[in-house]
């Protein structure tokens, strides 16, 4: 099978993609990458659909093998990052020649990092997605030995890059008020939005637990204990007064009051804060929070237009001397964006 | 933002990903019935800018992406729905499924049977009766994939969640509070006492019918022992567990 051969792995490498809407009624989340955003930039520097499956790699990566030659990206977390032993830029795409190894080592910032492939990985889809959701038995985590097969690339190009945000060592989050924040009182409110919380060790795909220093954030007025809908960026308040930033993985109902939602486009950043992380909350009204988000998922939209060459640092290449630093055709028509 | 409203039912925004109208502060029935009814009639109007809906036990709630649609036009168009009528007091939708689902209660199978009668007052025998011969409603589909919370079981059942937890409560098991019954879709820890076991899977995620109930199907209890249902057990690649479902009419 034509594919990635996995050698190594890390113990949280899973495939996702954009997850699997359309089940709520049936007690189903939509899942997929806890960093979304990671996947359109893959997917603009593959320049194909972001809808293809990807590989979600948490804390580290793994040693992948190519059966034929690949076109692959590297987004999210920085990792290291080498093929047959040379240097791999990150929010880059690159080309793996036929046998070639990928080595993705632990990451230096952030939490989630993201190996796209051309044509996407082909694994099984289930329930109309290859998202893994491993809680409720759709799909498993990668594991050595394991092949992983690869859809048709019709694309082609790579040494482009994407220029990285801020989004991996927390920092400030947008939230919107949602069904239940109008039930806490004033001042929890208040005091929510100036606490500055730290992102607990205790965190996986369901939900990450917010810590701080001070009292907690229960609200003292009684509150009704019928479940009620949950959707990702829900901050829920447990009974102890501890704040949930709820993820892909969340459930689709549950009985913790909310104190909020944040903004689809702050969630990478909440995804991508590595425990002890900062993390800020600001309310922004429905209204302009609808304009941050439309905003945002216009530019996602044009995410293409900002792909560069990427430009080798000669200080990084470990033996100059056997790179050809002017070689190749350069014609003043052809744009040299199409190629790569 | 919310619309703080005095009574029911409310309009509320959920995050940038809906609308949720709630038809009362507490889990009855009739709230049930109409967050059922009204998601069954929005969702027959088809609106474009609906991507999917569900309901809980007192709510309807609709995805709606409110950065590219305005959530107060949606909140206008689902009060004039709203005013169209008495959703406390209206139909459930049609082409609902009735479930007759085996089970065995008490025995090693179900060992709190008798711990639960006692907190609803009567014997364990009485309380098979009544299990098995009230008709349920999925009242919704929740915490997990598939899994139903099934009710309204009588006031005698309004029986509280025990202090501990049991670690480990069966998939198939028939766990009972607040009135309600909910049939797990996986091992799963809970504070619900176990009172029955069925071999009825919630969620088949390879099967033709991943999902096989849905909010509104009515349910029927059929009591077997617990030789029987180790047979249905042997005999389950499908997951049916035995059960027959009919269509509603």
């Given at each position: 099978m034509n594919g990635l051969i996995v050698h190594q792995v890390g113990p949280g490498v899973a495939v996702q993609d954009l997850g699997r809407p359309g089940f709520l009624a049936k007690g189903l989340t939509r899942g997929g990458a806890s960093d979304l955003r990671a996947v359109h930039e893959g997917a603009a520097l593959l320049k194909q659909s972001p809808a293809l499956a990807v590989l979600e790699?948490?804390?580290?990566?793994?040693?992948?093998?190519?059966?034929?030659?690949?076109?692959?990206?590297?987004?999210?977390?920085?990792?290291?990052?080498?093929?047959?032993?040379?240097?791999?830029?990150?929010?880059?795409?690159?080309?793996?020649?036929?046998?070639?190894?990928?080595?993705?080592?632990?990451?230096?910032?952030?939490?989630?990092?993201?190996?796209?492939?051309?044509?996407?990985?082909?694994?099984?889809?289930?329930?109309?997605?290859?998202?893994?959701?491993?809680?409720?038995?759709?799909?498993?985590?990668?594991?050595?030995?394991?092949?992983?097969?690869?859809?048709?690339?019709?694309?082609?190009?790579?040494?482009?890059?994407?220029?990285?945000?801020?989004?991996?060592?927390?920092?400030?989050?947008?939230?919107?008020?949602?069904?239940?924040?109008?039930?806490?009182?004033?001042n929890i409110r208040t005091r929510f939005a100036k606490t500055e919380f730290r992102r607990d060790p205790r965190a996986n795909r369901q939900g990450i637990r917010l810590d701080s220093d001070g009292e907690g954030f229960s609200n003292p007025k009684q509150l009704g204990v019928v479940s009620e809908v949950i959707v990702p960026g829900d901050i829920q308040i447990t009974g102890d007064g501890t704040p949930f930033v709820l993820m892909a993985e969340c459930q689709t109902t549950g009985g913790y009051p909310r104190i909020g939602t944040v903004l689809p486009c702050d969630l990478p950043r909440v995804a991508q804060a590595a425990a002890g992380a900062v993390l800020r909350f600001a309310f922004v009204n429905l209204d302009n929070g609808a304009a941050i988000q439309a905003r945002a998922d216009a530019e996602e939209a044009t995410l293409g237009r900002r792909v560069t060459p990427l430009i080798r640092d000669p200080h990084a290449m470990q033996d100059l001397l056997s790179y050809q630093l002017v070689g190749g055709v350069v014609s003043a028509t052809h744009s040299p964006f199409e190629e790569g | 933002m919310s619309d703080q409203q005095s009574h029911y039912p409310i309009i509320r925004s959920v995050g940038l990903n809906g609308i949720l109208v709630t038809f009362g502060d507490t889990a009855t029935d009739t709230a049930n019935r109409a967050a059922i009814a009204f998601r069954n009639a929005v969702d027959t109007?088809?609106?474009?800018?609906?991507?999917?809906?569900?309901?809980?036990?007192?709510?309807?709630?609709?995805?709606v992406d409110l950065a590219q649609h305005s959530f107060a036009v949606i909140r206008d168009r689902l009060q004039d729905t709203l005013a169209s009528q008495d959703w406390t007091d209206v139909a459930l939708p049609p082409g609902r499924t009735l479930w007759t689902i085996p089970a065995v209660f008490g025995t090693d199978r179900a060992p709190q049977l008798t711990e639960a009668a006692e907190a609803a007052g009567m014997t364990a025998e009485q309380a098979e009766a009544e299990l098995t011969a009230a008709r349920l409603r999925v009242l919704t589909i929740g915490f997990a994939p598939g899994q139903p919370y099934l009710g309204t079981l009588g006031a005698a059942w309004n029986i509280p969640r025990q202090v501990g937890l049991s670690p480990?409560?069966?998939?198939?098991?028939?766990?009972?509070?607040?009135?309600?019954?909910?049939?797990?879709?996986?091992?799963?820890?809970?504070?619900?006492?176990?009172?029955?076991?069925?071999?009825?899977?919630c969620f088949r995620p390879r099967g033709d019918m991943p999902f096989p109930l849905s909010p509104g199907d009515e349910i029927q209890f059929t009591q077997i022992t617990a030789q029987e249902l180790a047979r249905i057990e042997t005999h389950n690649a499908d997951g049916s567990g035995g059960a027959v479902r009919e269509v509603l009419t």
């Open positions: 790699m948490a804390g580290t990566g793994g040693t992948f093998e190519a059966t034929v030659p690949l076109r692959i990206a590297l987004t999210g977390a920085a990792m290291s990052a080498t093929i047959d032993g040379e240097n791999a830029v990150w929010d880059a795409s690159h080309h793996m020649p036929a046998g070639s190894k990928l080595v993705i080592g632990p990451c230096r910032e952030g939490t989630f990092g993201y190996l796209h492939v051309g044509g996407g990985l082909a694994t099984e889809p289930l329930l109309g997605a290859r998202a893994t959701h491993q809680s409720v038995g759709l799909g498993g985590l990668v594991s050595k030995g394991q092949t992983l097969p690869i859809g048709k690339d019709t694309g082609r190009g790579v040494g482009m890059t994407l220029p990285r945000d801020g989004r991996f060592s927390g920092g400030d989050v947008r939230v919107v008020p949602s069904m239940q924040t109008e039930d806490f009182d004033n | 109007l088809g609106w474009p800018e609906v991507d999917e809906s569900s309901s809980t036990l007192v709510s309807a709630f609709f995805r480990n409560v069966p998939a198939g098991a028939l766990v009972a509070a607040v009135r309600q019954i909910c049939l797990f879709t996986k091992d799963t820890p809970t504070g619900w006492r176990h009172v029955g076991q069925t071999a009825f899977q």
